[in-house]
């Protein structure tokens, strides 16, 4: 599966899905949707709308990828993970299915992800695209709106080595009609969205155009929560509204969430304002989103994120050097199909590193990864597992101190405080 292997796991195309659907009653016809694609932010972007639609009193069909710990994860409904008993009974049923077929890992997610909330009679899923857009499993869905976040490098090599041909497999989720949101407006990929939308006769919308987001200058929290100020065409909106997912990025995220709330509204969906500020406020507890910016220690302060591309790293790492903490100790892994030279560039040269790998057959060996990083001057050493790494961090860092654990999804997953705080 091409979480744990890369692009060997990756099958481009359509075929398999539209064959696994139609013997399954084609489940994706079945409710309404939301269709969210991007390089970063998607995942948070899904979870604060399906939070949204939760407070609004809807029924919640929510598929992103790829989980931490818990295959379950992927699938939830009003966030509750899809039950183990359902899965197991699923692929039972529908094995030969899979045998006629040869679907990918991912192929075979999304049918039961869509046959799943069909049954279950959802009033509406938020669907996360895993790679890409346009050949992407999750494409077979015709959705009420699309959503796009954020176009950054990463998996260059399936998707293309500029931003326009990245850009452009996203612009795959947009369907003839389907009015288009775009979060953040970025000069070199703006006119692929339109050129795109036009062909397709869809209404696009540049959500930062209608909605901006920022939070109050003052410190965060325990909580790692601040207050948001948001503006609607420059005008106050939500005045003291906060957002329960505490990373500064997330101001890049709110505004095509908030757009995208517009336009379901327009096609009949009664979303108050109240209902927005507790979606935004608990979308942690309502979800179950782990992993973004989540704090699980104090003194030192312990602070995980799986920001794992040049983008999300960069923006995790202006964060950090905004913490009045002294030293900071970072626990780092990171996937060996990654431009790993890029991602060491942006990390603090004063830290202080730990580097691991995660159990996984894709992680890059930590020996490698630290021989790496002494190159491009960062100081540290290989530890044999992300928990020895943890360990050693957390033991050598003063209370006044931050500790980071970052540098990809699966080293973050293996952080057992995010399942027992």
């Known amino acids: 599966m091409f979480q ?9 195309g359509l075929g398999n899905t539209e064959a696994l659907v139609a013997a399954l009653g084609h489940p994706e016809q079945q409710f309404r949707s939301v269709h969210v694609a ?3 932010g998607k995942g948070s972007s899904s979870h604060l709308l399906a939070a949204v639609l939760q407070a609004a009193g809807y029924k919640v069909g929510l598929y992103t990828s790829p989980h931490l710990r818990e295959f379950t994860e992927r699938i939830k409904i009003n966030g509750q993970e899809l039950p183990p008993d359902y899965l197991v009974q699923w692929v039972a049923r529908w094995r030969p299915l899979f045998e006629e077929v040869q679907p990918s890992f991912f192929e075979m997610c999304v049918a039961l992800a869509f046959a799943y909330f069909a049954e279950q009679r959802v009033d509406v899923a938020i669907v996360e695209v895993g790679l890409g857009g346009r050949l992407d499993s999750t494409n077979v869905i015709t959705p009420l709106v699309s959503l796009i976040t954020n176009i950054s490098f990463d998996h260059q090599a399936l998707l293309g080595d500029t931003l326009p041909e990245i850009a452009s497999q996203k612009a795959g989720i947009i369907k003839p009609g389907v009015p288009v949101v775009v979060s953040q407006t970025q000069p070199e990929v703006a006119p692929v ?6 062909a397709k006769l869809a ?19 325990a909580t790692g929560l601040r207050p948001l100020v948001l503006t609607q065409h420059g005008r106050p909106y939500l005045p ?7 990373g500064d990025y997330q101001r890049f995220n709110l505004p095509g969430v908030l757009a995208t709330l517009d336009e379901l509204r327009a096609q009949g969906f009664r979303v108050t304002e109240a209902a927005v500020r507790t979606g935004l406020r608990q979308v942690v507890p309502l979800t179950g989103l782990r992993g973004r910016w989540s704090i699980i220690g104090q003194s030192p302060l312990v602070v995980c994120d799986t920001g794992h591309n040049v983008a999300g790293l960069r923006s995790v790492v202006a964060q950090l050097q905004r913490l009045p903490n002294q ?37 890059l060996a930590a020996e490698e990864l630290a021989r790496q990083a002494a190159a491009a001057g960062l100081s540290g050493r290989a530890y044999d597992s992300v ?34 705080n």
């Open 38 to 40: 991007g390089t970063n």
């Open 240 to 246: 003291n509204a906060e957002l329960g997912l505490a």
């Open 193 to 198: 969205f339109a050129r795109e939308a036009a």
């Open 4 to 12: 744990r292997v890369g692009a060997a796991g990756f099958k481009k």
């Open 203 to 221: 209404h696009l919308v540049m959500a930062d155009h209608i909605y901006q987001a920022a939070f109050a200058a003052e410190p965060a929290p």
């Open 387 to 420: 928990a020895a790494a943890v360990a050693a961090a957390r033991t050598a860092a003063a209370p006044e101190d931050v500790v980071f654990i970052g540098g990809s999804t699966f080293v973050v997953a293996e952080v057992n405080e995010l399942y027992t």
């Open 327 to 363: 030293q900071l100790h970072a626990v780092i892994g990171v996937v060996n199909d990654k431009d790993v030279t890029s991602l060491l560039t942006l990390l603090p040269p004063t830290g202080t590193y730990y580097f691991c790998a995660a159990n996984i057959p894709r992680a």
